[in-house]
């Protein structure tokens, strides 16, 4: 085979070439390479310096993730090594930086003598959000170059920075806008001579100023980054080591806490995290010759809160959007809405003035509903009523051009009756935008059972162009994330009947890692959600709530009180209305653990799980994780609900819920798959 790494002499420059396409990752050919091409620069007298550069689209973006878990990653020489060697070269060694240099790539950069980059060039570890560290020194050689509040910022984060940046800091030396590789060529022959060679694990000025109370303020201005996480405050120790100890002794160390992590649950979980995002896109039975469609414009009924949202997707894409309302005043504001949205990321420095012209220029705003004609890709996102959407359907097979594909932006409801109202269903399918549909990032693609091979990878691909991350889900009620929310807010809902309090449940879901627990997500989503809107028809508790106006946040009350500035306090009205509904059933409250409150809420959401994967509703166990991490902000140290379930068991959430069997009643089953995973030690989830 031939090598991914060349050598090319330029008068007395050696030139280390990558050529490891897409992202010149740092497989065992590359390192084994890089060795090379230094001792090559090490035994030829007529070479006085070296530039490493990457070919093609970038420096090295990182491991190479093909390698993962397999005997190549370990194979010497390790990446430890490898920076090892190019920072002891004799001679000097400059690294040539474009597109990325991430995580161990920025770990070769930092083991150079000097840095070179164009201004668009990214910097960055990111090993962060894998559950890890940088394990080739990059805790130790960061902070002695770019200084200890950045090297905290960068490698607990992981969010790269750019070169600018990069070069006001010392993490690069010079900037070129053009021409790298000639320019790296002059810089190096320019330092050729230089001596001593700046060597970044000598380096003491930026460490030896570091105030030792940095890291405890760190902490306390960033909760967030550590809440739960273990690898942040690991990366967070070992940069405190590097202030510390001398870089011998500070390598140890970060070595024996990147074993640590990499040993972890949560390392384990991120890393197939990582794996099950990229799966999600692939599409079972579809030929894999399939063509998508062309979407030069996309139409978008109804300008409210989702509508408005999706539309902005496309636009920010630079994509044409058509949006259709029903009368000037709803139109308006809808517009108006997304105009400051626009300007208030302007204003947060993400957009420019420009920008916004752009993306807002794009927009047609109409009231004829004949303008739709069009448009190659029409979205529906009108109130959750069958009916409704059906009409708006039939309307719509009388006004789109053959070919345009038809979607409902549905939460719940059957997109094959749907898709019923016309004569067209090969080209309906649901697109699930979650709110605030231009910030969140999933999109559930539902495939009616007529829904054409294209129309699934139109939307699959016009998914990656929006920045959404788009999972496949079959024809059910609530599609896979909104089904498995229906048997958690069932139980949560009988067990403040039996004696658990809001708060008491909605904290046993903070403490997991959820952002908020089931009723603070109803409050925030609103009580009202779905709610028949008739205060004289009382059946449950959330028909109460409604009924005298308690419809979330945005009245300042629901299952909370909520003052001027949104903070949730307990509900005496609240507890009146659940005592009241207790005495009516005949409860007698009890006391509620913590552990019981897991069983029926969050057991019961992996068991729907299994039955989602029985029904083929999901594709694979991974994409329900999928959907459950970036829709409802599962934690992703725990990999999702299904992976979570593997590393507790499916016999220990068999046995959870067995116990709790009988106070679930008669609306629990068990998925006959969970309890075949039980009897067979087996896992939903494989990497």
Not at 126 to 139: I, R
Not at 151 to 163: D, N, Y
Not at 641 to 658: Q, S, Y
Request: aromatic letters at 6%; one cysteine or more.
């Amino acid at each position: 085979m031939t090598s991914p790494i060349s050598t090319e002499k330029h008068g007395h420059v050696l030139i280390i070439s990558s050529n490891n396409p897409p992202v010149n990752s740092l497989g065992h050919a590359v390192r084994e390479g890089l060795v090379k091409g230094i001792e090559e620069a090490e035994a030829d007298e007529g070479v006085a310096a070296v530039v490493i550069i990457g070919e093609g689209q970038t420096f090295f973006a990182g491991a190479d993730i093909s390698e993962f878990g397999t005997p190549k990653a370990f194979a010497p020489p390790m990446l430890p090594q490898v920076v090892d060697i190019i920072e002891n070269c004799s001679k000097p060694v400059v690294a040539a930086i474009h597109g990325t240099a991430l995580g161990g790539g920025l770990e070769v950069a930092l083991a150079c003598h000097y840095r070179v980059a164009v201004p668009s060039a990214k910097l960055g570890v990111p090993e962060v959000k894998l559950g890890l560290l940088p394990g080739a020194g990059g805790t130790q050689r960061l902070p002695r170059v770019a200084g200890v509040q950045k090297a905290l910022e960068m490698t607990t984060s992981g969010t790269p920075i750019g070169a600018k940046e990069a070069c006001d800091i010392g993490l690069v030396d010079r900037l070129y806008p053009e021409h790298l590789l000639q320019h790296a060529v002059a810089y190096a022959t320019e330092v050729a001579e230089v001596r001593p060679l700046p060597r970044s694990s000598e380096r003491q000025d930026k460490i030896a100023e570091a105030d030792p109370a940095v890291f405890d303020e760190f902490i306390k201005s960033n909760p967030r980054t550590f809440k739960g996480f273990e690898a942040p405050m690991k990366n967070l120790e070992a940069v405190r080591v590097a202030t510390q100890k001398p870089y011998a002794e500070g390598v140890l160390e970060e070595r024996k806490l990147f074993m640590e992590l990499m040993s972890g649950t949560q390392a384990k979980a991120q890393q197939y995290f990582f794996f099950a995002e990229r799966k999600a896109s692939k599409i079972d039975g579809i030929p894999e010759d399939t063509k998508p469609r062309e979407i030069k414009r996309v139409g978008v009924i109804g300008a409210g809160t989702m509508g408005g949202g999706i539309s902005m997707n496309f636009l920010s894409a630079g994509i044409p959007v058509t949006i259709v309302e029903m009368n000037q005043d709803a139109l308006d504001r809808g517009t108006g809405v997304m105009l400051k949205n626009y300007q208030a990321s302007a204003a947060k420095g993400k957009l420019t003035a420009e920008q916004v012209g752009q993306a807002m220029g794009l927009l047609k705003p109409t009231l004829n509903f004949d303008d739709l004609a069009e448009c190659d890709l029409i979205i529906e996102a009108v109130f959750e009523q069958m009916d409704i959407k059906k009409d708006i359907f039939g309307r719509l097979d009388k006004v789109a051009k053959p070919g345009a594909i038809l979607a409902s932006n549905t939460s719940y409801l059957n997109i094959d009756e749907i898709a019923s109202a016309t004569s067209r269903p090969q080209d309906v399918l649901g697109l699930h935008f979650f709110s605030p549909a231009n910030i969140m990032k999933l999109l559930e693609v539902v495939r009616g059972a007529k829904t054409a091979p294209d129309v699934l990878v139109t939307a699959m691909a016009l998914a990656k162009k929006i920045r959404k991350v788009a999972v496949v889900a079959g024809v059910c009620y609530g599609f896979i994330g909104n089904r498995m929310l229906i048997p958690r807010q069932t139980e949560a809902t009988k067990l403040l009947l039996e004696g658990a309090t809001p708060a008491q449940i909605d904290k046993v879901h903070v403490d997991f890692g959820m952002p908020m627990g089931p009723f603070q997500m109803a409050d925030l989503a609103g009580v009202d959600i779905g709610w028949h809107r008739d205060p004289t028809r009382i059946e449950n508790i959330r028909d109460a709530l409604c009924a005298v106006d308690r419809w979330g946040q945005k009245k300042g009350a629901g299952f909370y009180d909520y003052d001027e500035k949104r903070r949730p306090s307990p509900s005496p009205k609240v507890q009146e209305i659940i005592d009241d509904f207790r005495a009516k059933a005949g409860v007698t409250p009890r006391e509620i653990t913590d552990q019981e409150i897991m069983e029926r809420t969050l057991y019961t959401m992996v068991n729907e799980g299994a039955k989602i994967l029985e029904e083929g509703m999901a594709q694979r166990a991974s994409d329900i994780d999928v959907v459950w991490v970036y829709g409802y902000g599962w934690p992703v140290y725990r990999g999702g609900p299904m992976f979570w379930a593997d590393t507790e068991g499916a016999a220990k959430i068999v046995e959870g819920l067995r116990r709790q069997e009988e106070r679930m009643g008669s609306d629990f089953s068990f998925s006959k798959l969970l309890l075949d995973k039980a009897e067979k030690a087996e896992k939903f989830t494989a990497r």
